[in-house]
């Protein structure tokens, strides 16, 4: 693949969030599976998928060694994968959805203190900003379904926003050496086992693996793989800021296949955070010293 820019890295994380946000559309399709058996399959398939390809492409002892040669790096990749792949499913368990994905939100905050700290890569004026309007139209979107219970929830669903920026931090320290990939592999493995002792008994009906498996395969292999290829050239916070983009297609998505109404609130909040996301990417090819 080429070496992507700001505004081609823009469409990239569009591409990547489009396949992100299938996630509440294709979980209305589910018959009988339970939340840590949908958490299990999903990340049981996306390991499974990259153990297929990777094998294909490097062959069985070539996929060994692409593993090992990840070194400890790899392997803190795959548990911060893991995390983000688990935390959110138990989170929703425990509080609301919407406390969870305000928390969530966090991320590119969360990757620009990590980023500034650990990699020296400046915050630039511009993308304080876009994180801060983007911040408050998500907040805009979900106020009126926050709520003050579920505090065990809440605090599971930190580690969702810690590990993605500690993550995209790590991909951008290491980015000159080995491919990572391998990494979103060992993420669903890693998942899938910790889900185990808790998915029986089996609900799930051939139609609900199905739609699992391409949860696995085009929501979490496809695109989070491709997320690794593009920590290459982008900061990893403009990465965390542009991946809320998926936050405003959920509800594009409910309305269009779920039937449910979009609100003026929500129209307003995805507004902001969309205009974030253009500001911020147009800002820094355009106003000098906003890179």
């Known amino acids: 693949m080429h070496n992507p820019g700001s505004v081609s890295g823009f469409f990239w994380m569009i591409l990547i969030c489009t396949l992100w946000s299938t996630a509440g559309v294709v979980s209305r399709q589910l018959e009988s599976a339970a939340s840590f058996e949908v958490t299990f399959w999903r990340s049981f398939f996306c390991g499974l998928t990259l153990v297929l390809v990777l ?3 490097k062959g069985p002892v070539g996929l060994v060694r692409l593993v090992r040669s990840m070194g ?3 392997l803190l990749s795959g548990l911060f994968w893991a995390t983000m792949f688990t935390c959110f499913m138990v989170a929703i368990q425990l509080t609301s959805v919407t406390n ?4 969530v939100s966090l991320a590119p905050l969360f990757a620009a203190i990590l980023a500034r700290w650990i990699l020296g890569e400046p915050i630039s004026r511009v993308t304080a900003i876009s994180i801060l309007v983007a911040g408050i139209g998500l907040w805009w979107m979900l106020r009126e379904g926050l709520s003050g219970d579920g505090l065990l929830g809440v605090v599971i669903a930190l580690g969702t926003p810690i590990a993605a920026a500690s993550n995209l931090v ?3 320290r290491f980015r ?3 491919s990572l990939i391998p990494a979103v592999m060992l993420g669903g493995i890693f998942s899938a086992l910790l889900m185990l002792p808790l998915i029986f008994p089996l609900r799930a009906t051939e139609s609900d693996l199905a739609w699992l498996a391409f949860l696995g395969v085009f929501q979490l292999a496809v695109p989070c793989s491709l997320m690794v290829w593009l920590s290459r050239y982008l900061p990893a916070q403009e990465i965390a800021l542009l991946s809320l983009f998926e936050v405003v297609l959920g509800p594009i998505w409910a309305w269009l296949w779920g ?3 979009i609100t003026v609130v929500t129209l307003q909040g995805a507004g902001l955070i969309l205009g974030a996301l253009v500001f911020n990417t147009v800002s820094r090819q355009t106003i000098p010293g906003s890179r």
């Open 55 to 57: 094998a294909v492409q």
């Open 72 to 74: 400890l790096p790899g």
């Open 170 to 172: 790590l991909l951008r």
């Open 259 to 261: 039937g449910e109404v």
């Open 176 to 178: 000159g050496g080995v």
């Open 100 to 103: 969870t994905l305000l928390i």
